[in-house]
């Protein structure tokens, strides 16, 4: 069976999680970097792999799997164990909110788009980018830490690894990069360091991956 390729930036919130993903169900794959700050995402061969010329893509089974979020639940169906998400559809609905809270609400706004998009058009000085950044990262993690901390266990819901840890790591370390205080949200913080403990988590980390690339 071929070995599964995903196209990856290691500062890639959503590559990140799909790494994640992949190493909770011990699927091993080939790395293929495409550095976001260079712009090779852009090049035509990628742009004919993936039309969006975003990270991540993973080729896998002969299909060319794009969205991280898509990605994991492909991985899901194919790879049921260990699962990402509860089977109890309540349980699902909740693990899936609080998951999208980060993918869809927090991330998307402070992507590298949206960042060259505010220093190259809009002229905004690194001051103002950086306020930005805090600003709604600080929002979104509010109503992340109100929507997980009466159910969160050691992870962000129980006591397994879920979708919502998948996604919510990675930007606890973009939280971490651009110094945003997180006294305020400690099931957030809980939940992460059990994470971080964990192989398949540290195994995803962008220094792990900066380090052996």
Known sequence: MTKPVLYDYFRSSACYRVRVALNLKDIA???VPVNLLEGRQRDAAY???NPQGLVPLLEMDGHR???SLAICDYLDAVHPEPPL???DPADRAHVLALALAVACDIHPINNLRVLKYLSGT????QEA???WYRHWIAEGFAALEALAAPRAGRYLYGDTPSLAD???VPQMYNARRFAV???DYPALVRAEAEACAHPAFAAAHPDAIQAAS
Do not use: W
Request: proline letters at 12%; a negative charge.
């Open 166 to 168: 998948i996604c919510l």
């Open 181 to 183: 205080p997180l006294d």
């Open 122 to 125: 809009l002229d905004q000085p």
């Open 65 to 67: 799997l794009t969205q």
């Open 85 to 87: 998400v509860p089977a």
């Open 29 to 31: 794959y080939e790395a």
């Open 47 to 49: 742009s004919e792999r």
């Open 129 to 131: 980018r950086d306020g």
